[in-house]
Every structure is written in structure tokens, then in C-alpha cells.
């Protein structure tokens, strides 16, 4: 059974600090990994997605794979008190319904 | 301009009844899914459907089937609503069905059965 695991937090940060969010899959065989923000009561919005192992930026954001370790960070610089929400983890492994394996995602609290 | 919605937002019915959700996209792309998120926040896959091809989370019960009457719209069908039914259901889009299938979500229906 493919897994996403995720600390479920709180995870609490000063603002203008870096929050650190974690990630590990079990399908080794797993092609692409996806960082979602959600809001309480909102749906999951798509912020950051990489494929390869590395590094990849995006303003404030960093992705970080290394599929040796089937371990996935997101990096937040610069956090802001609009950066408290819960930070979904996603896998596409492939098979099953062909949809992404979601973690039960982290809750950051950034605080002013 | 909403590029993934849905209707109802809320939707509240009896044990018992058969109930539909809606949903389109208006990105052009080819993917669309369903998902589950239960009230532990956990969120789960139940469908995708690209082309015509239907797959389905074998975890799915047979009460639950989507219908695309178009490459835009995937409707989700509930039949003999449960309790456990009870959940905030989204749907989703992508352009690619595979590996490089950044998904797209649509705002939610918050399903409550009684």
C-alpha cells in the first residue's frame, strides 16, 4: 500500500523565520511529488511540484527531493502570518485511480 | 473567472436519498478526478476519468459512480446516501494523466448526511 507520511504538527514558527516541512513516501517507484496549501474550510492549492531529485525555487518556496531517501521537504523563507495553514504532501506513483497519494499534511503556524 | 467549480458548495439529506454534484473545468484539460476528504482532513482519491477511461479507487463503493457528459464536466452520482458518506468531496483537473499531472481543485461540496 503506498503511503505518504507527514509530522502532523503544529509546527510553529516566528515570522520572517524558515519553516522546514517534511515528507516521506514508501513507492519507491513514485515519478512526481507535489506541495499543497490549504486553508481551514478552503480546497488544496497547488504551490510548488518537482520531479527530479534537487532542488527547485519559486520566490519564497524550495522543493527538495531526494528519491534515494523517498524524501520530499518544502521550505518556506521569509515566513508570513498568511503562511499559517495545513501543507499537503502528494505522490503520483501511478497505478490504483491514477490520482495523487495525499499525506494527512502538517499545520504551520507562523507566529507575528 | 473559476477554472475548477462546483455546486452544490453545501448539500445536507437524508439516510437513504440519491444526490449529485457537479462539477466543470474550464482550463482544457484532459484529467479530471474526484476525491474524498473526511473529517480527519484525510484526502483521498476515488476516481479519475481521461478519454472516456474510468478509473476507479477499488475502495469505492459501487453507490458512488461519475458521469461526463463532456470533456469539461465530471458529475458524481451518490446512491443510497450512508452516514460515513459524510465528507467534503472536491474535484480536480490536470492537463496530462500521468507524471506530470499538476491537479487543479475545485472549491468542494460539503456533503452532510443525516
Known amino acids: 500500500q503506498k503511503e505518504v507520511e507527514q509530522n502532523s504538527g503544529p509546527l510553529s514558527v516566528p515570522e520572517g523565520a524558515i519553516a522546514s516541512l517534511n515528507c516521506t513516501y514508501s513507492d519507491r517507484g513514485s515519478q512526481s511529488f507535489f506541495w499543497y496549501r490549504q486553508y481551514s474550510g478552503k480546497s488544496p492549492e497547488l504551490i510548488m511540484f518537482i520531479y527530479s531529485n534537487g532542488d527547485k525555487e519559486d520566490g519564497r518556496f524550495t522543493a527538495q527531493l531526494n528519491k534515494a531517501s523517498q524524501y520530499v521537504s518544502l521550505l518556506i523563507r521569509d515566513s508570513q502570518p498568511s503562511d499559517s495553514a495545513t501543507y499537503l504532501c502528494?505522490?503520483?506513483?501511478?497505478?490504483?485511480?491514477?490520482?495523487?497519494?495525499f499525506g494527512k499534511g502538517t499545520h504551520l503556524i507562523i507566529q507575528p | 473567472d473559476t477554472a475548477v467549480s462546483q455546486t452544490p458548495k453545501y448539500l445536507v439529506t437524508q439516510m437513504g436519498n440519491d444526490k449529485s454534484i457537479k462539477c466543470e473545468q474550464n482550463l482544457g484539460h484532459d484529467t479530471m478526478y474526484w476525491y474524498k476528504q473526511d473529517s480527519k482532513k484525510f484526502l483521498k482519491i476515488m476516481f479519475s476519468?481521461?478519454?472516456?477511461?474510468?478509473?476507479i479507487n477499488e475502495t469505492v463503493p459501487n453507490r458512488f459512480s461519475p458521469k461526463s457528459p463532456d470533456k469539461a464536466h465530471l458529475n458524481l452520482h451518490i446512491n443510497s446516501l450512508e452516514l460515513g458518506d459524510s465528507a467534503v468531496y472536491f474535484c480536480?483537473?490536470?492537463?496530462?494523466?500521468?507524471?506530470?499531472?499538476?491537479?487543479?481543485f475545485g472549491p468542494g461540496t460539503r456533503l452532510t448526511v443525516l
Open positions: 476519468y481521461n478519454n472516456k477511461e474510468l478509473i
Open positions: 480536480a483537473s490536470s492537463l496530462l494523466r500521468g507524471r506530470g499531472n499538476e491537479q487543479f
Open positions: 502528494a505522490v503520483y506513483s501511478g497505478g490504483g485511480a491514477d490520482g495523487l497519494t
